[in-house]
T-cell receptor, first 115, second 115 residues
Framework: ETGVTQTPRHLVMGMTNKKSLKCEQH?????MYWYKQSAKKPLELMFVYSLEERVENNSVPSRFSPECPNSSHLFLHLHTLQPEDSALYLC??????????????FGPGTRLTVL | AQKVTQAQTEISVVEKEDVTLDCVYE???????LFWYKQPPSGELVFLIRRNSFDEQNEISGRYSWNFQKSTSSFNFTITASQVVDSAVYFC????????????FGTGTRLTIIP
């Protein structure tokens, strides 16, 4: 595997379900990100992990819970979601510590539908 | 706070025409980086280019060229002799040197190349 991978690619869940999104990067990076992409809205940064520590949490509701067990893996745990949470969830990675210079590499995303 | 504006929501051109995608940004930092990403239908964002705030030289890469003008806070992207494979959503993004690895994205421009 190369680059950034995300599983599952598609997920349909009810409002009372609990599910997790998984992201894995094979690039040796030390920072990972979760973004939410909704129709006709800018990409919204949700969480940033740098050196496995959460350094950014953009006022994301507590029904989204991130986990970064090591620099290669990132999870987004979901519970009691709302229909408006339906979106494409993108994971990205980069080499941090360069003052914003390095580009981020993105996975293909998980298309989430909440019924 | 930083902001990126892509006023063109959707553009359609006939194959082989030239097309320019506009990007206007706002930031109070003197050191920052500007990016363009391409999002094909497969979903993952693909990095195209980065410019730093101290380098206003225009750049050309094959059929792609970028015009960075600090005086107008713009970083426009031109595709020459467009091809159907250029059809995608294009995002302009900004990161600040002090921004804790955050990328601020515009809302994107959906480009359709008509055969």
């Amino acid at each position: 595997e190369t680059g950034v991978t995300q599983t599952p690619r598609h997920l349909v869940m009810g409002m009372t379900n609990k599910k997790s999104l998984k992201c894995e990067q094979h690039l040796g990076h030390n920072a990972m990100y979760w973004y939410k992409q909704s129709a006709k809205k800018p990409l919204e940064l949700m969480f940033v992990y740098s050196l496995e520590e959460r350094v950014e949490n953009n006022s994301v509701p507590s029904r989204f819970s991130p986990e970064c067990p090591n620099s290669s893996h990132l999870f987004l745990h979901l519970h009691t979601l709302q229909p408006e949470d339906s979106a494409l969830y993108l994971c990205a990675s980069s080499q941090s510590g360069t003052g914003g210079y390095n580009e981020q590499f993105f996975g293909p995303g998980t298309r989430l539908t909440v019924l | 706070a930083q902001k990126v504006t892509q006023a063109q929501t959707e553009i359609s051109v006939v194959e082989k025409e030239d097309v320019t995608l506009d990007c206007v940004y706002e930031t109070r930092d003197t050191t920052y980086y500007l990016f363009w990403y391409k999002q094909p239908p497969s979903g993952e964002l693909v990095f195209l280019i980065r410019r730093n705030s101290f380098d206003e030289q225009n750049e050309i890469s094959g059929r792609y060229s970028w015009n960075f003008q600090k005086s107008t806070s713009s970083f426009n992207f031109t595709i020459t002799a467009s091809q159907v494979v250029d059809s995608a959503v294009y995002f302009c993004a900004l990161s600040e040197a002090k921004g804790n690895e955050k990328l601020t994205f515009g809302t994107g421009t959906r480009l359709t190349i008509i055969p």
